[in-house]
């Protein structure tokens, strides 16, 4: 019979996490809601669990057999992330509901797996892999000794997802957590990354264009407020390198670049001063939709290319996020600031903006864009 625990109903949440460990390490198969839908999982260092799964799972699971891991650090111990997108994915995505497909490892812990694991997990060299999202999940994730494979369970009979109360009818299941309808109510995004390429193999919650800018090199530039100088720096720099990619700014993300602004002092939502939207437009640009943004955080860790345009600016970014430093500078190569123009006439300026743009050309061609 398959143990149905109700999480509204337990006591302690903590309880029902150590039940479904302890079921876990001891070769049980657990159904389980991540923040997508409900899946199956069993201990990848149990050949039989696993071979339980796949029965259970049956031959029309519309994702691949997926190692659950704890987050992004995890990932090149399994995969060769050498494609710098998926890296970034991984960066980004996790943990969430979006599942990489990567090159498997020669040199990562795939290879320790028991051989009918591998065959089950890795049949044709690529490994799935996801770092969900879901408290709970997480914490069973924490507390097990080894690694996780989780697998979609069969359709229920009306071609929908299972849910708790299907999978307690399936044989073969030890127990079932039910914790009521999922936060997103589908299922992952499944992205295959290749060595020059990446692809959406199955859709799911997370859209194309929200990955394709996931993956894309994220250049941010900071100043204090974001409505003067970091405004312009972006605006500017997609001009240029819209230009030498010969595509529209609108295709930059296409092309792999996401170019973004904000600044350490920002108020959310504000427009950027007139004299920059002025300047910007003359130059063939934009900041007509502009919105300040505050440069928190998670923005700047996901940055590959992090642009100060003072050195007060950058002090504050690696006081924040000290492990940033490999990816941040000044815009100016020599070490010197680049004047906040805020209330100053027009002429001022254009005096900025041919300041920024002359150390944008020098950037671009550094970075070798």
């Known amino acids: 019979m398959t143990e149905r625990i109700d999480l509204s109903r337990a006591d302690d949440p ?3 996490v150590h039940r479904v460990v302890a079921c876990l390490a001891q070769g049980g198969v657990v159904g389980l809601a991540t923040e997508t839908t409900y899946g199956l999982l069993a201990g990848a260092l ?23 891991l704890r987050g992004a650090s995890e990932v090149d111990d399994w995969a060769d992330v050498s494609p710098e997108a998926g890296r970034r994915l991984a960066r980004r995505a996790w943990p969430g509901p979006v599942t990489l497909v990567l090159p498997t490892s020669e040199r990562g812990l795939a290879g320790r797996l028991p051989a009918e694991v591998r065959s089950f997990l890795m049949p044709d060299g690529s490994i799935a892999l996801r770092s969900p999202s879901n ?12 690694p996780t494979i989780q697998v979609d369970p069969p359709a229920g009979p009306d071609g929908a997802a299972m849910g708790a109360e299907d999978l ?44 394709a800018r996931m993956a894309g090199t994220i250049l941010l530039f900071v100043c204090t407020g974001n409505t003067c100088r970091s405004p312009m720096a972006e605006a500017l ?10 595509c529209e700014i609108g295709g930059l993300v296409d092309r792999g670049f996401v170019v973004l602004s904000a600044g350490v002092s920002a108020m959310d939502g504000m427009p950027a001063a007139t004299h920059a939207a002025e300047v ?12 300040s943004r505050r440069a928190a955080a998670d923005l700047v860790r996901h940055a590959d290319h992090i ?42 300026y ?15 061609d550094e970075l070798g864009f």
Do not use: N, Y
């Not at 408290?135 to 080894?146: D, K, N, T, W």
């Open 237 to 246: 720099c997609k001009v240029l390198l819209a230009r030498r990619l010969g």
């Open 350 to 364: 254009h005096r900025t903006a041919r300041q920024i743009e002359t150390h944008l050309g020098h950037l671009l």
């Open 307 to 348: 642009i100060a345009m003072t050195l007060d600016h950058l002090d504050v970014l690696l006081d924040q996020v000290p492990d940033a430093a490999p990816r941040a500078r000044l815009l100016d190569a020599s070490g010197d600031d680049i004047a906040d123009p805020v209330g100053s006439d027009l002429a001022t």
């Open 280 to 291: 910007v437009r003359s130059k063939g640009g934009s900041l007509d939709e502009h919105q």
């Open 14 to 16: 903590r309880d029902v």
């Open 135 to 146: 408290r709970m999940v997480r914490e069973v994730l924490r507390l097990l000794p080894g």
């Open 168 to 211: 307690a009818g399936l044989d073969g299941l030890d127990m079932v957590v039910d914790v009521g309808p999922t936060e997103f109510g589908g299922p992952s995004t499944v992205v295959e990354v290749g060595a020059d390429r990446w692809s959406v193999v199955r859709p799911g919650v997370v859209p194309e264009d929200v990955l």
């Open 46 to 68: 149990s050949p039989p669990a696993v071979d339980r799964l796949r029965l259970l799972a049956g031959p029309a699971s519309s994702e691949p057999p997926t190692l659950f």
